[in-house]
């Protein structure tokens, strides 16, 4: 029974003995951490990418945290480059004594450019926060602001333009870029041509919209103007920065009545058994002036046999329209190049090279009614055989001084043409017209006559005239009168 007391007596004490080992061990933690205790505060911080942050901005300004010093325990190495939120744990060491702290860093990016359509300058007013790429994800207030006053953005040319912002004392820069990408607008007429007739892009423009110079307008392809009805044409707009817009126009093209023409045909003379070359020196034109192909029909035409024979020119246009014109072919016996070389002859005896050409044109008058006579009953179809039979004889009737009279005239460059009576009593008459030295035409008629009038270029009021002096002189009425749609406009 003793022994069992005594047992029991030695298990108290070794459990005392343990106890109060824990209390001392718990007295001295307490005297350590509770006599001097972390009285710490720590801050989430605001950087921008790229920018180191030192470590004691996350501490608080705590007067007990003189003698505490602070290192990064995560992570080892602070990543100051990726925009975002970054956990941060830091490590407080005071004396033998340290403690372990979370706190965050928020990186924001910085946006390089902000570019805006010059076109849209007027209705954007950009703000210090839409130069950080995620400042709104922040859970702590962010407040940047611009360190110098960005002027009004419709004011700023085309370009870059550098913007200076603080951000919780953090500076950057970034900068902002006007540019113009948008093409051209335009607003379109409808406008209505004759065919045939030009039309510039001027003629469908009524405005142009585009917040830069218009650098160029025009056609992408020329507008084909010769057929009837509505037509389409593109028109390209491009402003100086290269931004081009295309536009599809219409326009209307009335239809066209006017059949073509033919210049150039004009009686022939070849010498019996020569070529014949019936298409020089005529052309085709439909009524606006181009150049169409057209026939010639000579099939009646011997050049083996004297005579005069009927050759037809014809020309149709696009529409279908068609013109015929007819001309005289005279297979002669003169060849035109002795007629050009005798009348060659006599010019340079009465010209001289001081003269104008009306002079000239007085001088060739005044040879022939001095030099050929009137002769009823001696006639020629052909101009070559007239001036021959003026040059040969000396005498004929008024085809032959009609002859000899254009040849000269045309030998010495004068402009002239064959004019012929609206058919009278009894006999037609023939006579030439003149322009020497661009006056206007004037009629021109070296034909003998006993009626006192003067022949040399007279007008159309002075054929009147001398119309009724002639009837009264020899009967014949209708001597100067003409078709006058068939030349050009005569002097009054």
Known sequence: MRRHSMRNRKMISVFLAIALAGLIGIFAVAVIFGNHPFNYSVNHVITISGRAVD??????????????????????????????RHDVELMLTRGNNSLNTMTGMYVLGVVDYLQFELADANSVTPEPIDFLTNAHAVSLPVAPIFLEEIPDISTLEVGEHPIYISVDGVDFSSK?????????????????????????????????YDASPIAYIGFVEEPY??????????????????NRAV?????????????????????????????????????AQDAFGRTIEFTVDSSNVNTNVN??????????????????????????????????????????TILREDMTQLEETRAIFTWVIRNVNYAADIGRESVYEGAMQALNHRRGNCF??????????????????????????PTRHRWNLVNPDDMGWHHFDTVPTRARIDRFMFTNSQAVEFTAIMLRYTGMANFYTFDPTLYPEIVY
Do not use: C, W
Not at 232 to 242: N, R
Not at 402 to 410: A, F
């Open 55 to 84: 470590i004691n901005e996350f501490i608080g300004e705590d007067e007990d945290m003189s003698d505490v010093t602070v290192a990064f325990a995560y992570p080892g190495r602070i990543d100051f480059s990726t925009p975002g």
């Open 307 to 348: 005579g005069r024979y009927t050759v037809v020119y014809a020309a149709e246009d696009a529409q279908g329209l068609r013109t015929e014109v007819s001309a005289f072919v005279y297979v002669i016996n003169v060849d035109p190049a002795v007629v050009h070389e005798r009348v060659d002859a006599i010019l340079a």
């Open 225 to 242: 103007v010769f057929a009837s009805g509505p037509q389409t044409v593109e028109i390209a707009l491009e402003d100086i920065f290269g």
């Open 400 to 425: 032959i001084f009609y002859s000899i009279s254009e040849v000269m005239l045309t030998r010495a460059g004068i402009p002239n043409m064959r004019i012929d009576r609206i058919p009278g009593t």
């Open 176 to 208: 902002i870029i006007i540019a113009d990408t948008t093409p051209p607008t335009v607003k379109l007429a409808i406008p209505t041509i004759a065919m045939g007739e030009a039309i510039s892009v001027e003629d469908f423009i009524e405005n142009v």
């Open 247 to 283: 536009y599809e126009a219409t326009f209307n093209v009335l239809s066209n009545d006017i059949p073509p023409t033919i210049t150039g045909v004009r009686n022939l003379e070849v010498v019996r058994g020569s070529a014949v070359m019936f298409r020089q020196g005529v052309s």
